[in-house]
C-alpha cells in the first residue's frame, strides 16, 4: 500500500480526493496545508489554522501546516514534501479536476520530489 499526503484546503474537493484516494487502496498518513505568512489562514480558502485542525482530528490523520509567502510558495511546498518523503511517503494526493495549469503543477512538482501524482478527481462533473 503506497504511503501519501493529501494537498489539504480544507475544502470539499480536497476532502473527497482523501476519501477516493483511501477508497483506492492508498494509505492517507497526512494533510498537508500551506498557511500564509503569520500562519493563521490557509492560502486557497483562508481557513483558520483552528478549524483545519478540527478537520485533522475528526478524520484521524495528521495535518501538517507551514507558512509561506507566495513568492517562496513552491518552494515551501517541495520541502514539505521532502521532508515526508523522509518519513516513507511515496505520493502526494490533489483534489483538481479540471484545470490543466493546476494539473501540470503538481505533476511537475512530484516530478521534482520523486513521488507519485495521484488526482482522483481528475474530469469529474464540477457538480
Not at 83 to 99: A, C, P, Q, S, T
Request: aromatic share 10%; charged share 25%.
Amino acid at each position: 500500500m503506497q504511503q501519501v499526503f493529501t494537498s489539504w484546503s480544507g475544502g470539499k474537493d480536497s476532502c473527497f480526493a482523501c476519501y477516493q484516494a483511501a477508497q483506492n487502496g492508498l494509505e492517507v498518513r497526512y494533510l498537508v496545508n500551506m498557511m500564509d505568512e503569520v500562519g493563521k489562514w490557509s492560502w486557497i480558502h483562508r481557513f483558520s489554522t483552528e478549524l483545519l485542525e478540527q478537520q485533522s482530528q475528526a478524520i484521524g490523520i495528521p495535518l501538517v501546516h507551514r507558512r509561506s509567502t507566495m513568492p517562496t510558495y513552491e518552494a515551501d511546498f517541495k520541502n514539505v514534501i521532502l521532508d515526508l518523503k523522509k518519513n516513507g511517503i511515496e505520493g502526494g494526493v490533489f483534489g483538481d479536476i479540471d484545470l490543466d495549469e493546476h494539473r501540470e503543477w503538481v505533476e511537475r512538482i512530484c516530478r521534482q520530489a520523486d513521488i507519485t501524482p495521484h488526482l482522483p478527481l481528475w474530469g469529474l462533473s464540477q457538480e
